[in-house]
C-alpha cells in the first residue's frame, strides 16, 4: 500500500476540520477513538497535518508519526506531535488509536 494514501488521509482529516464535517472526519477513522475525538478536533478552527514519518510495522499495520499545527482565529499558530495507529481495512488505511 502506497504511502501517499496515508498522506491524502491526513489532508482529509484537514479537510473536514476545515469544514467542520463529521462524516468526512470520522471516515479516516475506524471510529471514534481515544485521544482522536471527532468533537475535539472538529471544535479546532483551522489545522495543517505534516507527515513526518510512516513506519511499516506490516502489510495491514503502519505508525504514522505527524506535526499537526493549529491555527486559531487571534492566537498565535502551536504544534502537536501525535503517533497515530493505522491499520488497512477494505475502505482503505484508517486510524484505529492515537498517542
Known amino acids: ?17 476545515m469544514k467542520h464535517d463529521r462524516k468526512l472526519f470520522l471516515s479516516t477513522q475506524i471510529d471514534e477513538i481515544e485521544h482522536g475525538s471527532s468533537d475535539d478536533y472538529l471544535a479546532i478552527e483551522h489545522m495543517k497535518s505534516e507527515v513526518l514519518y510512516i513506519h511499516d510495522e506490516n502489510e495491514l499495520d503502519k505508525a504514522v508519526f505527524v506535526k499537526e499545527t493549529y491555527a486559531p482565529e487571534n492566537v498565535d499558530p502551536h504544534s502537536s506531535f501525535p503517533v497515530y495507529f493505522l491499520t488497512h481495512t477494505v475502505k482503505g488505511w484508517r486510524i484505529y488509536r492515537v498517542r
Request: aromatic fraction near 6%; glycine fraction near 0%.
Open 1 to 17: 500500500m502506497k504511502n501517499q494514501d496515508v498522506i491524502a488521509l491526513f489532508a482529509t482529516r484537514d479537510e473536514a476540520v
